[in-house]
């Protein structure tokens, strides 16, 4: 008997694959809800229930990290500026002497830095609400977009299988949901980058 050899066929039902589709929208549309949620956290939240207050420089150090690659010969610097010093909260009812943040630059002695205590020992610079809202956004931008992947594949079934998998899915979705899709993914990806810009200069 006359065996034929090739790649087989692709077994799964397409009732599997709009089902498994759908399950992976579901989750991704659970994945933006996360980041959303993220963002509101890192973001106003943070900001509002952390302590503002100064911290005078006592001293101010650069902690240098080095990443091996691949070859030998090529090691990655980075490098994190930390400040010293003394926190006092702009209402005078908290001091801590021992107080360290990561800084954006090296300060002398006896400058004063905008911070925010957001812990027991943890301190961070105080960009504002600007700032504060700026880091809420990255998430939430970013949150657009599996959110209009999750809504393409729970809407239609699409499992990512491909691009027949795609065409297929765009004739079924009609084209009023793939331009909303479209615009959430353009605006996540051009909010996103806008967002890291405003947090880079605040």
């Known amino acids: 008997m006359t065996q034929v050899q090739g790649n087989p066929p692709n077994t799964a039902a ?28 890192l973001g106003p939240y943070t900001y509002s229930s952390s302590t ?4 005078t420089v006592e001293t101010c150090t650069v902690d240098y990290k080095y990443r091996s690659s691949t070859s030998s010969s090529s090691r990655k610097k980075t490098k994190t500026k930390w400040c010293y010093g003394t926190f006092t909260s702009t209402d005078g009812s908290t001091k ?7 800084s954006d630059a090296l300060h002398q002695r006896g ?7 957001t812990g027991d020992t943890s301190y961070q610079q105080d960009h504002g ?5 700026a880091v809420g956004c990255v998430w939430w931008f ?4 599996p959110l209009a992947l999750g809504l393409l594949s729970t809407t239609t079934g699409f499992a990512f299988g491909g691009t027949t998998d795609f065409r297929n899915a765009r004739q079924t979705a009609g084209q009023g949901l793939i331009n909303t899709i479209y615009t959430l993914i353009t605006v ?3 909010g996103f980058a806008i967002s890291l810009l405003v947090m880079f200069f605040v």
């Open 129 to 133: 609400w600007t700032g504060a809202t």
């Open 96 to 102: 801590d002497i021992n107080a360290e943040l990561k």
């Open 52 to 55: 503002q207050g100064k911290l």
């Open 14 to 41: 397409p009732g599997d694959r709009t089902g498994l589709g759908r399950l992976i929208g579901a989750g991704l549309i659970l994945l933006s809800l996360a980041l959303l949620a993220l963002g509101a956290y």
């Open 111 to 117: 400058d004063v830095i905008e911070a925010l205590k």
């Open 188 to 190: 996540g990806v051009t």
């Open 142 to 145: 970013a949150a657009l977009i």
